[in-house]
């Protein structure tokens, strides 16, 4: 049957009532349902949508026809009703069916936390690459629904659910969409080859990549613009960037590494945005070391890092070296600072205090450090010696015979790429 299209007003604000469901396989995994509505409370404010009310239904299992059950669905239209709301959000994913009915039921926009991702991310999309990887996630997330998305895919005015493929009125032609899904995989392969050959070039040159991850909002783009001088976008939103950003870092000891600045990670992100977002995702898999920015006054510090683990470990980079950083020390009371871990490997810090800045430069610099090696080269041998001073600094030289006893404090991550040339002149 044909999906059908009502006539609507689209100047207006989305006014939102969300809705979770809490189910008995849910309470069993362990899931923090309080903390995922405060999230998409959160989200759906950064989409730029007025929340009205938050309503919870407990069940066993969720409703094939309805999700959260008709009498809970009444009661939604009733607060719907009563506050004027254009919108209804979920807080899990949704079936086309369920979509479908519960738009003819409630004749609001119904839209899925999922849904409500990927619109985050086509708005703040804006380097090509970006644009085509959400566009892509989109056409995936839409084509098993089709059937269930009729009223959204008509609302073409705009607000949430409604940019990028669902101008277009989708639904008319699975074809286009499986076509445009190929074109823009495509793209994607083309932009993915370009981007390997960045990295060989990099590796080829001895480049030292650091990577900045961490949950949205953690304060990871702050972190990159004090400590490189960089002037990436700051907000106090969730996904405030989205588009990776790589700057150079001067350590301490005046070497230079290239830190790059990663899309923020939440729990429960859309399998359809991930798989988009590998090749932009695995520049931690091509990290040397990884920085874990924490927000440490998160009240859901611990399900924040657990989740940024899974999808490191998913990635294939869950066994690269890491050092955690508990950012926004500075919001923290003091009891909160002293349940964090502490020594080796940790850095309780605040963007704004530059006496921090300097420590996480030493501390990556310590993290990159692989002790002190001497080498025996002949003196006449200075294609040989120049490799050392670029796998890590010569802290000493001595003259013996007609050799140097070169002694240096090598950077692990160059000393991988190239000790392979020096193991035939270290100094037993």
């Known amino acids: 049957m044909a999906n059908e299209t009502h006539e609507t007003k689209t100047n207006l604000p989305d006014r939102a009532v969300l809705v979770s469901l809490v189910t008995d396989q849910v309470k069993r995994s362990g899931i923090n349902t309080e903390h995922s509505l405060q999230e998409l409370v959160q989200l759906a404010e950064t989409a730029g949508v007025q929340v009205l009310e938050v309503i919870t239904q407990n069940r066993e299992t969720p409703d094939t026809k309805w999700f959260i059950g008709k009498g809970k669905v009444e009661e939604l239209r009733m607060a719907i009703d009563g506050l004027e709301a254009n919108t209804a959000i979920f807080d899990q994913e949704l079936s086309g069916a369920q979509v479908r009915n519960l738009e003819e039921t409630l004749d609001v926009k119904i839209i899925?936390?999922?849904?409500?991702?990927?619109?985050?991310?086509?708005?703040?999309?804006?380097?090509?690459?970006?644009?085509?990887?959400v566009e892509l996630a989109q056409h995936s997330y839409l084509l098993p629904r089709l059937s269930g998305h009729g009223k959204n895919l008509s609302r073409l005015g705009g607000g949430i659910g409604t940019r990028g493929p669902g101008e277009s009125k989708l639904e008319t032609d699975r074809r286009h969409i499986r076509g445009r899904i190929s074109d823009l995989k495509r793209q994607l392969d083309e932009i993915m080859k370009h981007r390997v050959l960045q990295r060989e070039r990099r590796k080829k040159t001895g480049a030292v990549q650091v990577a900045l991850v961490g949950y949205t909002n953690a304060g990871k783009s702050t972190l990159l613009n004090r400590l490189t001088a960089a002037d990436v976008y700051i907000e106090n939103q969730l996904f405030a960037t989205l588009d990776p950003t790589s700057r150079v870092l001067e350590l301490p000891s005046g070497k230079e590494v290239v830190l790059t600045d990663t899309v923020g990670f939440i729990q429960n992100l859309p399998h359809d945005l991930v798989a988009a977002f590998r090749a932009t995702l695995e520049e931690a898999n091509e990290a040397d070391l990884i920085l874990h920015v924490v927000d440490a006054s998160s009240e859901m510090r611990e399900e924040q890092m657990k989740t940024v683990q899974t999808i490191l470990g998913d990635l294939g980079a869950g066994d690269k070296p890491q050092l955690v950083l508990f950012n926004k020390k500075d919001a923290c009371d003091p009891k909160q600072l002293e349940m964090l871990p502490s020594g080796e490997g940790y850095l309780k810090i605040s963007a704004y205090d530059e006496e921090d800045m300097e420590a996480v430069r030493l501390a990556i610099q310590d993290h990159l450090s692989g002790g002190t090696i001497k080498f025996r080269i002949a003196a006449d041998r200075g294609d040989v010696s120049s490799i050392l001073y670029r796998i890590g600094d010569v802290v000493e030289q001595t003259f013996e015979d007609n050799d140097i006893i070169y002694e240096v404090r090598v950077n692990k991550a160059d000393y991988e790429k190239m000790g392979y040339m020096l193991k035939d002149y270290i100094e037993a």
Do not use: N, V, W
């Open 112 to 133: 899925d936390r999922t849904q409500l991702i990927l619109d985050i991310f086509a708005q703040r999309a804006k380097t090509r690459e970006g644009i085509i990887q």
